[in-house]
């Protein structure tokens, strides 16, 4: 029978140091976490995986169902920190876990297996850390303890999708585009480890409101920003102008890629201004308007979008 997760009791069932790394950790009696992750653990340092964490529960289930039963203690698996009642499983990438005054903030998910570096491995042939742990980095230091109670802040990855068309904001017509980029972004994020939150406006192609949509995404922390339409030479195209005077830093490649590879079959597709910026920590991809170009756009978009996110936080490569 499997060992289920008790959402009204999370706790801290073990804290586990080694001075080595590649080595099972100990359990001790207290920790005291500074920036750099526990004093005295191997792992701590100035890097992206300073406190690691593992519930008690898949560790049981581990046991259970592919160790043969063999007993595993917290530790074992190299995780600092043991807990019960916490399904790491529903975890995403900059989530937040508060365990007093201790902040910790999520930057990977599972780890590569050091097969035969790895004892557990060595003996089961298999390893539960991979699948089921988490790392993360120190947003605030404190002093923890066994039986101490720990919390999930889940963190939404905020995507806003603004439309600007003249015609679609007078009602003429219905926004395609805009909703064409939502279906694409919630089919690529659906299966992936991370919780999304979207939302959409249609305005006219106005610079001034267009502005004063964009300073709305960055007070809020938005994290991605789709604009659609006004990417061309018209004299009403100017999104491209808008998103480059508001950016801090501009990403040329993307759009210089994108163009070549559609240009080639449609030269027409070269006439496209599109760009791809950063403000903040908010990355603003500025498409053509037309269903079939944000298609191919978002598309290619989205190979490196999630790198991206992760490089703005400080854990990219």
Request: aromatic share 8%.
């Amino acid at each position: 029978m499997n060992c289920t997760f008790d959402k009204e009791n999370r706790y801290v069932v073990s804290i586990n140091i080694s001075r080595e790394k590649g080595t099972s950790k100990t359990p001790v009696e207290y920790a005291v976490i500074n920036e750099l992750g526990i004093e005295g653990d191997a792992h701590s340092g100035c890097w992206h995986r300073q406190v690691s964490m593992l519930a008690l529960e898949d560790i049981n289930n581990f046991s259970l169902l592919d160790a043969g039963g063999r007993k595993f203690l917290p530790g074992e698996f190299a995780e600092n920190i043991t807990t019960s009642g916490i399904d790491f499983t529903k975890a995403a990438i900059l989530d937040k876990f508060k365990i007093g005054d201790v902040e910790l903030e999520v930057s990977q998910i599972g780890k590569t297996c050091h097969g035969d570096e790895c004892a557990i491995f060595v003996e089961v042939g298999k390893c539960v850390m991979p699948k089921s742990g988490i790392f993360t980095r120190v947003i605030t230091g404190g002093r923890i303890k066994a039986n101490d109670k720990i919390e999930r802040y889940p963190r939404p990855l905020k995507i806003k999708i603004i439309t600007l068309s003249d015609r679609a904001f007078k009602g003429e017509y219905g926004d395609l585009s805009g909703p064409k980029i939502k279906e694409i972004l919630e089919e690529f994020f659906r299966n992936k480890r991370w919780h999304t939150e979207f939302a959409c406006s249609l305005l006219p192609d106005s610079s001034e409101m267009l502005t004063d949509e964009l300073n709305k995404c960055f007070l809020e922390n938005t994290d991605i920003v789709f604009t659609t339409g006004g990417t061309g030479i018209g004299p009403r195209d100017i999104s491209p102008d808008v998103v480059l005077k508001l950016a801090d830093k501009t990403i040329p490649g993307i759009m210089e890629n994108i163009r070549l590879k559609f240009g080639e079959i449609i030269p027409s597709a070269l006439l496209s201004r599109s760009v791809a910026a950063v403000k903040n920590q908010t990355i603003i991809y500025c498409l053509p308007g037309s269903v079939k170009a944000v298609t191919e756009y978002t598309t290619e978009i989205l190979k490196t979008v999630e790198h991206s996110i992760l490089m703005l936080h400080g854990l990219g490569h």
